[in-house]
């Protein structure tokens, strides 16, 4: 019997311990509380870089505000942020500040009720007036065109290149002028160099990086070329689409682009962390961050005087147009609609937009401020290369998007992933991502602008004969 | 009043007794069964105009999801994860194990703890020592051992997809099915063992003959609890591969999920969690009939 009660009360002693343990841990890390009258606001952060920063931002703001700040950490990849952010807004208790990581999120979110409108509060911002207007236009919901988010930090991307291997080889450097001549140039390093020319970001486990990193790419290389038709449909049936992805169906049966990596769980690791710093791939996608965090000197694979070894193309168009880097609106400050203090929570949202904060967010994540002033802050020296990218911007391209970006996004990944494993071809591919894109949405979100109809049974019968082929 | 017999007072007891599960199963099961079917006639979602009024659309999600292809494959992938993970790879290696640790073996605790230590690691923590085993180019740990052998470094996860991931969840099982096959093979009565051995019985026909035959109620009830959760299965094919490379691992739980979290179609999902969980019905119902054998 009294082995029993000791049997029985071992793990009462064990609750008790770890809850003694946790009561006198908690608190060692957090910051200490100036006024416990003031207000409280919760506000959202995930990954090491962004915690960091908001962490050393914390008692400005807390000081600006007057308020306490309770910083809740959320997981690190993206879209696992955005599947607990999402979860979260949806059963009402999600905090009062929050970024959202791309700005073709932001629809989506906005249409969904869970954002707070700010268009008042950013018009009588000063800080508003001195964003490009391509920003202005990204914090805006495209179905209402009312603003949703202040923007602090942009990503602007280019093509980066091994500058001192193609040099070595004798390989021009120029920017190319078009895709005929990015292809030429990939072409002549697979021949001279038997290396893999170029990466563009494809498949299902890349997820909305296909999309965002790679394909968004593609498609603003047309100069005419806009995601959404006047009427706020996603334009998918425009021949750009297959064209586009003709372009992976190019990289992939010519294997100018390693494929079997970008099957895997994590597919940017064997291209961006190994094969580009080993010059096994010469050519890639890739944003600001990319010479700090991918190949910079504290990264896992550092390359060797970096700033001048690795160089930048901006995106050559498909239609001899003129070259363009992209930019992105990223991690943009919102305001949840259901927050408990709505006038304190979108003061922070604006304190947010502060360049102060700008730069010190895009100084450790490798991104750029949104407002063009920022170049005139004492501190702008300090993102170093990266103010070449900053000036970038009144030029960059983006496209806007609208509801249902999501699943957009998740169709362009199925039908990346068709190209890469030799499924389909461009058209095909267009076909997978409408069938995707109408069977998620409706047919009614795909614009009938061009004359691409969605063949169902050809495609059902194309697919279930593709994945038989596969389980043989 | 009439005066309560001893019999209803016993029966009323075991009611009082059984509330507190059947209300737990209510809560947590039966009800969100039935409002995962409610929502799987709606258009329902976690993002856009459908989060602030969704609305019926009768059986269209149904519709959709049973001429969608991808839903098929993960259907027959789930299949083929659950016969060789499950029922295979876990039930054989289970059964040796305990047939073997049955005989007077040298350092039986040791053999048991390793073969038990794979069960008591969670599920997410296995995927991510499973992805460093399978991890492509020259550090990844099953790499370095095959290139002992001179085989070049290999992608398993890219080239045998489902094959890794059967063979990481049969490695995590064997633990349970061993010690449920263990408890049927001691409730074998010795006497039978002995009687068979006095008439000259070989091992051979021992098995076949005997243990085979008395552990058979063990074995379905073994073969009904694993089907049912290794179907159910998410974290670890979820941590490992994400259901790629090209739908290769989609197992249903990940297509549950890609629907619901990553296109953030609630309604959608739904449905194929109410087909899912009609399947794992219809499987449980297979065994429980099968659970009445005869011995």
Same mark, same amino acid.
């Given at each position: ?472 | ?107 039986? @605790? $040791? +053999?048991?703890?390793?073969?038990? !230590?794979?069960?008591?690691? =969670? ?5 991510? #020592?499973? /992805? ?99 179907? @159910? $299965? +998410?974290?670890?094919?979820?941590? !490992?591969?994400?259901?790629? =490379? ?5 197992? #249903?739980? /990940? ?41």
């Amino acid at each position: 019997m009294r082995q029993t009660i000791k049997l029985l009360l071992l793990p009462v002693a064990a609750v008790v311990a770890i809850g003694w343990c946790h009561s006198t841990s908690q608190g060692r890390g957090e910051p200490p509380v100036a006024d416990s009258t003031q207000p409280v606001l919760v506000i959202a952060e995930h990954r090491a870089a962004r915690l960091d920063a908001l962490r050393e931002l914390q008692p400005m703001l807390q000081q600006r505000l007057g308020v306490q700040l309770r910083i809740v950490e959320y997981p690190a990849p993206p879209q696992d942020y955005f599947t607990k952010l999402v979860t979260e807004l949806r059963a009402g208790n999600a905090p009062d500040v929050f970024s959202i990581p791309r700005d073709l999120q932001v629809d989506d979110l906005a249409a969904a009720g869970y954002l707070a409108d700010l268009t008042q509060d950013l018009q009588a911002w000063p800080g508003y007036a001195s964003m490009p207007e391509l920003v202005r236009q990204l914090s805006r919901a495209s179905f209402n065109e009312k603003s949703y988010v202040v923007p602090s930090i942009v990503a602007v991307e280019q093509l980066y290149y091994r500058h001192d291997l193609l040099t070595q080889a004798g390989i021009s450097t120029e920017q190319p002028k078009d895709w005929q001549d990015l292809l030429a140039r990939s072409r002549q390093i697979k021949q001279k160099l038997g290396q893999f020319p170029l990466l563009i970001p494809a498949g299902l486990t890349w997820g909305m990086g296909s999309y965002t990193e790679g394909f968004r790419y593609l498609l603003a290389s047309f100069s005419g070329y806009q995601l959404l038709t006047s009427d706020n449909r996603y334009a998918l049936r425009d021949p750009a689409v297959a064209k586009a992805f003709d372009f992976y169906h190019t990289l992939v049966s010519e294997q100018l682009m390693p494929v079997a990596p970008l099957l895997n769980p994590e597919p940017w690791v064997i291209p961006k962390y190994e094969m580009f710093p080993k010059g096994q791939l010469l050519i890639t996608t890739c944003g600001s961050w990319c010479k700090t965090f991918d190949w910079g000197p504290g990264s896992r694979n550092p390359i060797a005087n970096v700033d001048d070894a690795v160089r930048t193309w901006r995106f050559p168009s498909a239609d001899g147009a003129e070259p363009f880097a992209l930019a992105s609106v990223v991690y943009a400050w919102a305001v949840n609609a259901n927050s408990r203090k709505p006038e304190l929570a979108r003061a922070l949202a604006l304190l947010m937009g502060d360049n102060d904060v700008a730069l010190a967010y895009a100084k450790r994540l490798g991104n750029v401020p949104a407002r063009l002033d920022a170049a005139q802050h004492p501190k702008f020296a300090e993102l170093g290369a990266m103010t070449a990218d900053h000036a970038l911007l009144p030029q960059a391209r983006a496209l806007r998007s609208t509801v249902g970006a999501n699943a957009m996004m998740a169709g362009v990944a199925r039908a990346t992933e068709a190209v890469l494993i030799g499924k389909v071809d461009g058209a095909g591919a267009q076909q997978l991502l409408l069938q995707y894109v109408s069977h998620v949405l409706g047919e009614d979100t795909v614009g009938k602008n061009r004359e691409v109809e969605i063949n169902h049974s050809a495609l059902a019968q194309a697919e279930g004969k593709a994945l038989q082929q596969e389980a043989q | 009043m009439k005066p309560k017999t001893f019999e209803a007072r016993r029966q009323f007891g075991y009611r009082l007794m059984m509330t507190p599960a059947l209300v737990l199963m209510a809560a947590f099961i039966v009800f969100p069964a039935l409002y995962a079917f409610s929502l799987s006639l709606t258009d329902d979602a976690l993002l856009g105009f459908a989060a602030q009024e969704s609305s019926f659309v009768g059986l269209r999600n149904f519709e959709r999801l049973f001429t969608d292809p991808l839903f098929w494959n993960s259907l027959k992938v789930t299949l083929i994860f659950v016969i060789g993970s499950a029922v295979i790879g876990q039930f054989v290696l289970g059964f040796l194990s305990a047939l073997t640790l049955q005989q007077p073996v040298k350092y039986k @605790a $040791i +053999f048991n703890a390793i073969i038990c !230590l794979p069960n008591a690691v =969670p599920e997410m923590v296995v995927g991510f #020592l499973w /992805i460093s085993m399978f991890a492509s180019g020259e550090y990844g740990t099953l790499n370095r051992l095959v290139a002992w052998f001179g085989v070049e470094p290999q992608q398993w996860l890219y080239t045998f997809p489902l094959l890794s991931i059967i063979i990481v969840n049969t490695w995590r099982g064997i633990a349970f099915a061993m010690i449920l096959l263990t408890s049927g093979l001691s409730s074998i009565p010795k006497d039978l063992y002995e009687a068979a051995r006095v008439d000259g019985a070989t091992d051979r026909q021992i098995f076949w003959r005997i243990t085979l035959p008395m552990m058979m109620p063990t074995i379905f009830l073994y073969m009904f609890i694993s089907t049912v959760t290794t179907f @159910a $299965i +998410f974290g670890l094919v979820y941590t !490992l591969s994400r259901g790629g =490379p090209a739908n290769s691992t989609e197992i #249903l739980g /990940i297509y549950i999920y890609n629907q619901s979290f990553t296109a953030f179609q609630l309604g959608y999902g739904a449905a194929v969690a109410v087909v899912s969980l009609v399947v794992s019905m219809l499987l449980g119902i297979l065994y429980v009939r099968a659970l009445k054998v005869e011995v």
